[in-house]
């Protein structure tokens, strides 16, 4: 396979990888629900070895002003749905709340991976506002 700067022909970056996915799901096997989202996004993560969503969880708890058990999918569905509760994740859902879900995961991703990426220091910074906000 050719190679193109840093990546290979054919390889996308993470936030590439948010774009396609979130335009054409059909073309990943996605129909477009939080619950195919969150499952996608999961895998990809896993298959960086935790390095893409690195930080994630705690930026969320931190938008979320309290510390919390859940998952970052469950912390989503906490954030914007009223009266939803983290611990039922995707699966109680009704359509207009799948719809919120999903336009949140994108912009609370897009905009963590801009504060990640926006300095050199990012994730250290991410990671210095959680400590100091919920040391105990």
Same mark, same amino acid.
């Given at each position: 396979?050719?190679?193109?700067?840093?990546?290979? /022909?054919?390889?996308?970056? #993470?936030?590439?990888? %948010?774009?396609?996915?979130?335009?054409?799901?059909?073309?990943?096997?996605?129909?477009?629900?939080?619950?195919?989202?969150?499952?996608?996004?999961?895998?990809? &993560?896993?298959?960086?070895?935790?390095? /893409?969503?690195?930080? #994630?969880?705690?930026?969320?708890?931190?938008?979320?002003? *309290?510390?919390?058990?859940?998952?970052?999918?469950?912390?989503?569905?906490?954030?914007?749905?009223?009266?939803?509760?983290?611990?039922?994740?995707? *699966?109680?859902?009704?359509?207009?709340?799948?719809?919120? /879900?999903?336009?949140?995961?994108?912009?609370? %991703?897009? &905009?963590?991976?801009?504060? *990640?990426?926006?300095?050199? &220091?990012?994730?250290?910074?991410?990671? *210095?506002?959680?400590?100091?906000?919920?040391?105990?």
């Amino acid at each position: 396979m050719a190679a193109f700067g840093d990546r290979r /022909a054919g390889e996308f970056s #993470f936030r590439e990888h %948010l774009e396609l996915i979130s335009t054409r799901p059909g073309m990943y096997g996605l129909d477009g629900s939080y619950g195919n989202y969150v499952t996608y996004v999961s895998g990809y &993560d896993a298959g960086t070895r935790g390095s /893409a969503l690195l930080g #994630f969880r705690e930026w969320l708890l931190l938008k979320l002003g *309290r510390q919390s058990s859940f998952v970052w999918s469950s912390l989503i569905t906490e954030l914007v749905v009223p009266g939803a509760s983290g611990s039922f994740g995707h *699966r109680g859902l009704d359509e207009e709340q799948n719809r919120t /879900a999903v336009q949140a995961l994108f912009q609370f %991703l897009g &905009d963590f991976l801009q504060d *990640r990426d926006a300095e050199r &220091d990012g994730l250290r910074i991410i990671f *210095r506002d959680y400590s100091s906000h919920f040391a105990e």
